[in-house]
T-cell receptor
Framework: DQQVKQNSPSLSVQEGRISILNCDYT??????FLWYKKYPAEGPTFLIS?????DKNEDGRFTVFLNKSAKHLSLHIVPSQPGDSAVYFC??????????????FGKGTLLTVNP | ETGVTQTPRHLVMGMTNKKSLKCEQH?????MYWYKQSAKKPLELMFVYNFKEQTENNSVPSRFSPECPNSSHLFLHLHTLQPEDSALYLC??????????????FGPGTRLTVL
């Protein structure tokens, strides 16, 4: 059973517009959430994270929103640029039993930003 | 020097070969990880090392043998692999793989093909 779900395999937006990538999770013990970006033939690059004590974290063009009651988080990119075209992974950690550092990843969403 | 490096970037091997993947991190971190990424699947955690000690083996077959001689270096020794082991193998490091809120930083990966 997937504990972190990215239900949209792909998303296409126009340059300059907002990109919204979504992620849902099922494990209520998760308390730390991250977004990674991955280009082909490269490893994932850390983008931004958020702790469960917050509902928003912003870093430049990237903002992550967390809705704990809905077990949902989203990554907003504004304005979107062609160089943002990549696969975006949502990941979560937390829980008990000494394994709270382990990251659980979603399958990723391919973002394409068209010029 | 970039944060986490991996060599080789590409590897083709036969099922009877023995090869090793190497990972090095220059971030001063104490935890290192091996992940496997197969097509259309989420990243799968394989092994975790904390302060050179293995703290996680995620039911990985014995044909994969990790080695962590110090906190900066991690190896994955491969022998008698199967074609289904073909995947992208990613190394990551984090400050301390024992608590939540710990961000992992990834290397570029080794693309492994088993013939």
């Amino acid at each position: 059973d997937q504990q972190v779900k990215q239900n949209s395999p792909s998303l296409s937006v126009q340059e300059g517009r907002i990109s919204i990538l979504n992620c849902d999770y099922t494990n209520s013990m998760f308390d730390y959430f991250l977004w990674y970006k991955k280009y082909p033939a490269e490893g994932p690059t850390f983008l931004i994270s958020i702790s469960s004590i917050k509902d928003k974290n912003e870093d430049g063009r990237f903002t992550v929103f967390l809705n704990k009651s809905a077990k949902h988080l989203s990554l907003h990119i504004v304005p979107s640029q062609p160089g943002d075209s990549a696969v975006y992974f949502c990941a979560a950690s937390g829980g008990s039993g000494g394994s709270n550092y382990k990251l659980t990843f979603g399958k990723g969403t391919l973002l394409t930003v068209n010029p | 020097e970039t944060g986490v490096t991996q060599t080789p970037r590409h590897l083709v091997m036969g099922m009877t070969n023995k090869k090793s993947l190497k990972c090095e991190q220059h971030l001063g971190h104490n935890a290192m990880y091996w992940y496997k990424q197969s097509a259309k699947k989420p990243l799968e955690l394989m092994f975790v090392y904390n302060f050179k000690e293995q703290t996680e083996n995620n039911s990985v077959p014995s044909r994969f043998s990790p080695e962590c001689p110090n906190s900066s270096h991690l190896f994955l020794h491969l022998h008698t692999l199967q074609p289904e082991d073909s995947a992208l193998y990613l190394c990551a490091s984090s400050q301390e793989g024992a608590s939540g809120g710990d961000t992992q930083y990834f290397g570029p990966g080794t693309r492994l093909t088993v013939l």
